[in-house]
């Protein structure tokens, strides 16, 4: 168990909590696209953790694409400014997408993810987040799969950074300093 982050960082959902979600999630995706081409795209950095681990809880031949972007550049405030940082290897033309967060916040960095996957033509685009924090949302998004619902508070752990730290925590923690 790491504790470097004792200071800092309180317990939200712990890692037993996060790994049995991931687990149902992965089981409810695998009856969703038994028979389909699922390409699953981990949205980079955030979702790294969580798209690996779902990855290894779906029973199906599927794909996995990295995509790039930012928006919050280290800090606790969306800039709402989202830029692609690294694009997917392949065309999605005709793929079923299946876009994977950590955390659906403002919800301006999946309208944007949206927007330009939509615009590639695939067979489909549905949305896996870990987390939703609806208290900050500024435009509506529809998750498909979603792991937990979490009040407004700033969190960190399982992929979600502070100043790109704590990524590598096994849980869901909550910054103790904003
Ligand atoms: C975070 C998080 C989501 C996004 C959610 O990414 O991983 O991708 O912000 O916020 P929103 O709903 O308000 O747009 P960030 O931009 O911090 O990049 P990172 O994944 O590399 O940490
Ligand atoms: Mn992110
Ligand atoms: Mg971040």
Redesign the pocket.
Same mark, same amino acid.
């Given at each position: 168990m790491t504790t470097f982050h004792e200071k800092d960082v309180g317990v939200l959902i712990s890692e037993e909590a996060v790994q049995a979600r991931v687990k149902e999630l992965g089981a409810q995706i695998t009856r969703d696209y038994e028979g389909k081409e699922l390409t699953l795209i981990c949205? *980079?950095?955030?979702?790294a953790f969580f798209a690996i681990d779902l990855a290894r809880a779906i029973d199906l031949p599927l794909t996995l694409e990295f995509l790039g972007?930012?928006?919050?550049?280290g800090g606790t405030e969306?800039t709402g400014e989202?830029r692609i940082t690294t694009d997917v290897s392949k065309p999605m033309a005709g793929k079923h997408l299946l876009v994977i967060?950590?955390?659906?916040?403002?919800? *301006?960095?999946?309208s944007f993810l949206l927007e330009n996957l939509r615009a590639r033509h695939p067979a489909s685009v549905k949305i896996c987040s870990l987390l939703e924090k609806p208290a900050?949302a500024k435009t509506k998004v529809e998750i498909d799969y979603k792991g937990f619902v979490i009040e407004d508070k700033f969190v960190v752990g399982y992929?979600?950074?502070y100043g790109e730290k704590y990524r590598n925590l096994p849980f869901i923690g909550i910054w103790k300093h904003v």
């Open positions: 949205v *980079l950095k955030g979702s972007v930012s928006s919050y550049h969306s989202v967060e950590d955390i659906i916040d403002t919800g *301006l960095t999946m900050r992929g979600l950074d």
